[in-house]
């Protein structure tokens, strides 16, 4: 397996988790904060596409899937918010209606992530996309972070929802 082949298969099992999590979620398991505060479902399934999303697009050059969905979810906070230093009450003020919507976003997202995948090769696993970090961080870097990001998101809303007995 070659290292687009890696990367696809590892982004395949994020959605594959991903679909799981959201199958079946009803009003209370969307919302629940574990102790009161801790992240609900919900939240922890749009932060994690919002993350897979803003960090593809910015290494594809490309627009944000969020640019599309964020009014139907009747969210005005724009592309710049993807949920990373979240209030208490962000994430309460967060309201997922459909989360039906929450799986057609993330499967976009998917889509878009696999059309970034098929341009990868070595020269692109190097290019350094972030000089804030010493030593800068490349594309190959920032690929493995967000699968990385996004598995510990999906293991505490599996958590969550478990709780709840989903």
Same mark, same amino acid.
């Given at each position: 397996?070659?290292? /687009?082949?890696? !990367?696809?298969?590892?982004?395949? /099992?994020?959605?594959?988790? &991903? *679909?799981?999590?959201?199958?079946? !979620?009803?009003?209370?398991? !969307?919302?629940? /904060?574990?102790?009161?505060?801790?992240?609900?479902?919900?939240?922890? !399934?749009w932060h994690l596409a919002r993350v897979q999303d803003d960090h593809v697009a910015d290494l594809a050059g490309e627009p944000?899937?969020?640019?599309?969905?964020?009014?139907?979810?009747?969210?005005?906070?724009?592309?710049?918010?993807?949920? &990373?230093?979240h209030t208490s009450e962000q994430v309460d003020a967060l309201r997922i209606d459909d989360p039906a919507l929450l799986a057609e976003y993330h499967h976009e997202v998917t889509l878009a992530t696999a059309r &970034?995948?098929?341009?990868?090769?070595? *020269?692109?696993l190097e290019?350094?996309?972030?000089? /804030?970090?010493?030593?800068?961080?490349?594309a190959g870097q920032r690929l493995i972070s967000i699968q990385g990001d996004c598995l510990q998101h999906?293991?505490? *809303?599996? &958590?969550?929802k478990g709780l709840l007995g989903g």
């Open positions: 397996m070659d290292v /687009r082949g890696l !990367l696809t298969e590892g982004f395949g /099992r994020i959605t594959e988790l &991903y *679909a799981g999590i959201a199958e079946d !979620l009803d009003d209370e398991t !969307l919302h629940h /904060r574990p102790g009161g505060t801790g992240n609900p479902v919900g939240w922890l !399934l944000q899937v969020w640019e599309r969905f964020q009014d139907r979810f009747g969210l005005p906070n724009g592309t710049g918010d993807i949920g &990373y230093g &970034y995948l098929q341009t990868v090769d070595e *020269a692109e290019r350094e996309v972030d000089q /804030r970090w010493d030593p800068p961080v490349t999906l293991g505490q *809303a599996a &958590y969550v």
